[in-house]
């Protein structure tokens, strides 16, 4: 049952059928009694974070409040309920909205859907990585299309319809898994040219790929 539900989840974030987008970062102050597409925003986030387990109304009612709750002691932020501009700042930080969760599916499948499971989830992490790296932009947008960031950007594999394998890699990357050791790139020794990529701190070799910080 569980394999079940969990393949569902899957299908429904590749359809794009459980939330609407709220604007990136929108501060919109939520709490309970609230309602909206910031709410589907919210609930979808942590939903992915499996700190929300109800279905998504888009109202702010006491289990999304309990969710909240418990993401912001995760995260050392005061545990009032109440989503306000720190909690956004954090919710951006460790979680994707559903657009958001389709750009990760998409680069992880142009870039490694040749690679084992393992591999898949590695970029993700990477990409998680330099969100939350000051090196780098703080959304998945600017990560992703930073001009030379990715391969499958410049070349247009990236537009290539992700399966439901980078869909699951892009949830467990989001919920945490980093195979990587906190990587923050990751090239192919057998076509990488620059003679920089080689001088960063390797972490692991995973499938094709080095991953390095």
Not at 6 to 19: E, Q, R, V, W
Not at 128 to 149: C, E, H, L, Y
Request: include cysteine; proline fraction near 5%; charge should be positive.
């Amino acid at each position: 049952m569980k394999r079940l539900r969990m393949l569902i989840f899957l299908c429904l974030l590749a359809a794009g059928a459980m939330a609407a987008d709220a604007p990136a970062h929108a501060d919109v102050l939520l709490k309970h009694g609230s309602s909206g597409d910031y709410v589907w925003d919210l609930q979808y986030r942590l939903k992915t974070l499996s700190l929300f387990d109800q279905e998504m109304t888009g109202y702010f009612g006491p289990h999304t409040r309990q969710a909240v709750v418990n993401f912001q002691r995760k995260y050392g932020l005061p545990a009032d309920g109440v989503v306000g501009p720190a909690t956004w700042r954090a919710l951006r930080k460790y979680s994707l909205n559903k657009s958001e969760m389709d750009i990760m599916a998409r680069v992880i499948y142009s870039e490694a859907r040749g690679e084992p499971y393992k591999g898949q989830v590695a970029v993700g992490a990477v990409v998680m990585n330099r969100i939350r790296s000051s090196q780098f932009p703080d959304t998945i947008r600017g990560v992703v299309f930073q001009p030379g960031a990715f391969t499958a950007v410049a070349d247009g594999q990236y537009w290539l319809t992700p399966n439901t394998t980078a869909y699951k890699a892009a949830l467990d990357a989001v919920r945490g898994w980093d195979p990587t050791y906190g990587a923050l790139y990751y090239f192919n020794p057998k076509t990488a040219t620059s003679k920089w990529i080689w001088s960063r701190q390797q972490t692991v070799t995973i499938g094709n790929h080095i991953f390095a910080r």
